[in-house]
């Protein structure tokens, strides 16, 4: 039998991380050029109900039921189980691999995780639709990263950017004019959890003052909507520099992402931010098409760890 096979893009915040957790308005657009991808093979040789799983990637070859009962994964699969009514699943590997860097703002964990409720659901003949594999996805995030606001699941799962707000409806966004992107990670892996339970704690000393930065994201949140459907995109970077500072206020940058940030900038690009947790992790530059290639070679001469070009609207085929 072939196998089954899902994949999923990474993503990255252009605007709205943390203060999106506190019910402010994020923007997340998917990244194409990484991926993950979970392939289910049956195995009709092997012990009834045996399944198996494999990430080469971080060495992990075991049997479901060896596995530790709170590993995502095994939760991941065990929901799929739960989802669908299914006491035994019939005997198969589930071989997961993903280009997508951990603890680095492009949404690994959730994308590996939609690939594979995607996968196993096929695999077993019931495919899981996008509101299914997004509200389960969402489950698994929480077992990742303890309180997530849901904007990775969601705009991995729908594979479009998205404007998001905890417990609004969805909305998905049309960006009117070519807009590039480079994603520029620090090398730095860090914890989305740890990072959004500091600004927590900061928070409950100083609400007053948090809540005002909270709200002065939220307010360039919704003029970078407005800039990216109207296709007026010369006032982005200069939003994406103040939403820097103001992550900056939030303490979840450092010493290499501000210098990420200022390289980008003195070589030309129009605005540069941390993106996703912060405290490592990517920063992201918005360039114009002249410019990719000059920015790029400055940031990696500043010690970027990896550069990536993605393009908005996404043009499938595009590397
Ligand atoms: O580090 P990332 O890209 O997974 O993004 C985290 C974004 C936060 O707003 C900091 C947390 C969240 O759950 O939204």
Redesign the pocket.
Known sequence: MPAISASAPGKV?LCG??S??YGFP?IAIPVFQVQSRTAVFAMPGAAAGEVRVNAPAIGLLRKLNDMDPTDPLRQTIELVHEELGIDHFPSCEIRISSSIPAGS???SSASVTVATLRALSSFLGKPFNDSQVNRLAFEIEKLH?GT??G??NTVITYQKPVFYRKDFPIELLEVNAPMHLLIADSGVAAS?AE??RGVHFRWQKDKAAYDKIFTAIGNLVLSTRELLETGRLEGLGDLMNQNHRLLQELQVSNRELDQLVSVALTAGAKGAKL???GLG?NIIALVEKEQIESVTNALIAAGAAQVIHTQLPFVRGMK
């Open positions: 915040i991380e943390h999106v957790v994020a703002g492009l949404g990263h997530p606001s904007i990775d989305t990072a959004v993106s996703g947790g992790g």
